[in-house]
Every structure is written in structure tokens, then in C-alpha cells.
């Protein structure tokens, strides 16, 4: 397998810290408002990658945080006039409903900042202890980025005075202005934290690089604390080039073997910012579509390539997927051993294991769909082709996270729940009617359902219908 290393700008060789175990740490949201296209983009490609490790045969021991501490939860708050854990647990709550419905799994551990404090502390002590930090005279903490001789290393930046001016808060007291807070004082009745250092509130980059020694890092006995740290591009410089200072100098351990980055999502050719104010919320996307069809979507770019969002690409992606559920209609009910090897899941996932190329794959995909369907649309009992499809589609399953639905119900999407409620009492009831004989009811009550504007198939497991 190989990966592109964000720092090294090269597809480089997988090669895990422990044989056949993988530890992957990805930034997750802070839970402050409802989660956008961003959040989705990001999470959807770190479950690919998971599936794809899990897939190889590797043991994946996956984190993805919930920052549940910073100023925007706070200011929030602030103006609804509510405590900041009635806003976190919103949208956490908000979050894992959007995640599910995308089809992404839950992370093996999702460490929260408040729950991490005493690793913050013990972080911020090392970093004094072996003067890469200092205190000034208000109380905050700050690090000291001059005396790290590997600064910019992970993002290979050059910094002017200007950005260095812009990007931080200044302090007359700072050594450099490129230092960035660990700890920040707060004026009394402001939201803080008890603490060794005082009454405050944990720097941002700090968070993860804390929660890392905490739940992966003590497992390592190599010169990293992970295998691989992943999230969005924009986190590359300053979070991720921070959170890498902070490690090395405070353990003697880099902070990630490998590091992955995400390219950003564009409404209509510009970048995503609610600053624009064309911030895209998911969960504004599934009022219209369906979370697969989405997820479909989302992943059809490859992961390092910024997408830009629009409908026109969003319906044509879709109408991609709908060729491999008329397949999987074509062979409903079919049952046969899944676990059995294919040429089609070894060519699969070999393109996956390249960088997780997900054009090659989708490439094979339609090549698969369109050679079995021109088959089955030929003379002949086809048995054993049936059957390996079937397995195939179940990987695709697995691996993707498409198809996972009843085909027949999938071509549901767009009927309101009260009129699927009335098809499903009227198929009820012609049911009734057909096993008393009632041929008359039956077929009156078959062109009630179609009156709906849908299409009905009795097949040996029951009677299905789809959207016309």
C-alpha cells in the first residue's frame, strides 16, 4: 500500500510502526454549529482509508476528536445565554446524526479536549521543563517556536513578519511573534479551567497533540507517536505544523509517521467559508438527497483534490450509482457465501492501496457492471456469474459503504413519508386480498398504488415498489 505524505510531497510505501497494526488520528469538528461539506469531506475520506487498512488485513485503532473547547463554543454561549455543554452536546449530537446518515462509521475512540485536560497539563509542564515554553506576566503560556529547530518542518513554510504579525495575537512580553498559546489566562467569571498554571483555557493546537499521547502514543515504543495523522488541508499550517512542535519537544518522539491532508470543498468553484457566507450545511444537502448518493458524490473526486460542489455534477454522480443498484436489482435475493475470493475485490482494492484511487476504482466498478449486465442480458442460466456478482457487490459494500441499501427502496428517494405509509398499507391490503382470491380488490388496489407514480414487482421475498 502506499500513501502520500503531505511533508515529503511523495507517494511513499506503508510500512506500520507494529506489523499488521495501524493507529490513525484524525482532526475532528469543533461542535459549535451544525457540520458543512468540509466536515463531511474529511470524514468520509478518513473511513475510506480505515475500511481500505481494515481490508489489507491490518488491526486499525482509529481516533477522531471533538474539540468541545474553544472561543467560537464559548462566544456562542455567550449569545443564547445557555452553559457551553448544552451547546457541545447539540452538536456533537448533530455531528454523529450527519456521519451516520453519510454512512460513515464511528471512530474507534473520540477523545474530547475537556475530558483531556490533565494531558494538556502534563504536555505544558514538559514544554516549560525543557524550555520550549514560558510564562508571561498575565498568565498565558506561550511556545517558544525559535527554539524549535525543526519549526515548519511539516509544512515547509516561509513566513514573513507580516503573516507572523497577522496570524497572532500580540503580547509586548513574547519572544517572537510567530509563538502560539498553550494556555490563555481568562478575567474572572470567564468560562476556564482549574489548572497548575492558574485559571485558563487550553490553546487549540495543544488539544490534539495531548489527546495523542494520552490514547495512542503510549502504545508506540518507535520515534512516533502515530502511524498516520490526517484532516483538511487548511490544517496543515498552523494546527498541524504546531501540534508537531509541541510533540517533539516534549517526548522524544515525532508526532506522526505519515500525514494526510484533504483538499478543500468549493461551492460553485469557491472555497467553502462562512465568511462567504456559501457555507454548505449537510444537513441542508440530505432535505434533497439520499446520504448515500451523497457520499457517493463526496468520494468520486480523489481525496488530495479540492471538489467543488454543485447539483448538475451532484445528479449525474448519482445517476452513476444508479446503474450499480439496477444491477444489484437484477440479482435480488440471490444468497451465496460472501467471503469468497474475486478477481474483481483484487483488482479493486488494489487500486484503493494506490493512495486510495477512487477514479481507478469506480473505473473498475463500471467496467464490471456494464460486462455482467451485457451478459445476463444474453441467453443462458448465467449461475455462476450471478453469484460472483453478488459477492462482489457485497465487497463494494464493505469497502465503499455503496450499495448498502435495498435496491428496491433506493429508487424510493424523493417520496414523502406519508405517502410511502399509504403504499405500504395498500400493498398490505392487496396482499390480504390475493392470498383470500380476491382477484377484483387485488387489482383495484394495484392501481391505487400505481396512481402514486410508482412502479410495483412481486417477487418471491415480497412486493416491492420504486418511484416511477
Known amino acids: 500500500m502506499v500513501i502520500f505524505d503531505s511533508v515529503t510531497k511523495s507517494k511513499r510505501e506503508f510500512i506500520p510502526l507494529k506489523e499488521k497494526e495501524v493507529s490513525l488520528y484524525v482532526c475532528g469538528p469543533t461542535v459549535y454549529d451544525d457540520a458543512h461539506l468540509g466536515h463531511a469531506k474529511s470524514a468520509l475520506v478518513f473511513d475510506l482509508l480505515s475500511r481500505v487498512l481494515k481490508a489489507e488485513g491490518y488491526h486499525v485503532k482509529y481516533a477522531r476528536n471533538i474539540t468541545d473547547i474553544d472561543d467560537k463554543i464559548i462566544k456562542k454561549a455567550k449569545e443564547l445565554g445557555v452553559g457551553i455543554k448544552e451547546i457541545t452536546d447539540k452538536y456533537t449530537e448533530a455531528y454523529h446524526a450527519d456521519m451516520a446518515r453519510l454512512g460513515v462509521k464511528r471512530p474507534d475512540i473520540e477523545p474530547k479536549a475537556t475530558e483531556s485536560l490533565d494531558a494538556m497539563f ?56 510567530a509563538d502560539f498559546a498553550l494556555w490563555k489566562s481568562v478575567n474572572e467569571g470567564d468560562v476556564s479551567f482549574d489548572s497548575p498554571f492558574g485559571k485558563g483555557r487550553p490553546g487549540w493546537h495543544l488539544e490534539c497533540s495531548a489527546m495523542i499521547e494520552k490514547h495512542l502514543a503510549g502504545e508506540n515504543t518507535s520515534k512516533y507517536a502515530v502511524d498516520i495523522h490526517g484532516g483538511g488541508a487548511d490544517l496543515l499550517f498552523p494546527h498541524h505544523e504546531n501540534e508537531a512542535a509541541q510533540t517533539r519537544c516534549s517526548t522524544d518522539h515525532e508526532i506522526a509517521a505519515y500525514w494526510m491532508h484533504n483538499g478543500f470543498v468549493n461551492i460553485d468553484g469557491e472555497k467553502m467559508s462562512k465568511s462567504l457566507g456559501n457555507s454548505f450545511f449537510i444537513k441542508d444537502a440530505l432535505k434533497a438527497y439520499d446520504g448515500e448518493v451523497l457520499r457517493f458524490y463526496l468520494l468520486s473526486t480523489h481525496y488530495r483534490s479540492n471538489f467543488n460542489f454543485n447539483e448538475e455534477d451532484l445528479i449525474a454522480s448519482k445517476k452513476r450509482l444508479d446503474r450499480l443498484y ?85 429508487f424510493q428517494t424523493g417520496v414523502d413519508a406519508d405517502t410511502k405509509k399509504k403504499i405500504k398499507e395498500l400493498i398490505e391490503k392487496r396482499d390480504e386480498a390475493k392470498k383470500a382470491k380476491d382477484f377484483e380488490a387485488s387489482d383495484r388496489l394495484r392501481d391505487e398504488i400505481l396512481a402514486f407514480g410508482v412502479n410495483i414487482m412481486d417477487t418471491p421475498q415480497g412486493t416491492f415498489w420504486e418511484k416511477r
Do not use: C, W
Not at 506561550?142 to 511539516?154: A, G, N, P
Not at 463500471?366 to 449461475?383: F, Q, R, Y
Open 122 to 177: 502534563a504536555m505544558i509542564q514538559k514544554l516549560i521543563d525543557n524550555e520550549h515554553a514560558y510564562k508571561i506576566s498575565d498568565g498565558d503560556i506561550y511556545f517558544d517556536t525559535q527554539s524549535d529547530s525543526k519549526y515548519l518542518s511539516i509544512s515547509h513554510r516561509i513566513q514573513d513578519e507580516e503573516e507572523k504579525q497577522n496570524r497572532v495575537a500580540n503580547s509586548q512580553e513574547k519572544r517572537h511573534s
Open 326 to 410: 439496477r444491477l444489484k436489482k437484477r440479482l435480488f435475493g440471490l444468497e451465496v457465501h460472501l467471503d469468497s475470493e474475486t478477481v474483481f475485490k483484487s483488482k479493486l482494492l488494489e487500486a484503493l492501496k494506490d493512495d486510495l484511487n477512487i477514479s481507478q476504482a469506480l473505473s473498475i466498478i463500471d467496467e464490471m457492471i456494464s460486462a455482467v449486465n451485457e451478459t445476463l442480458d444474453t441467453p443462458g442460466k448465467h449461475k455462476e456469474l450471478k453469484r460472483e456478482t453478488v459477492i462482489d457487490l457485497a465487497y463494494i459494500e464493505e469497502i465503499l459503504g455503496f450499495g448498502i441499501k435495498n435496491p428496491f427502496e433506493y
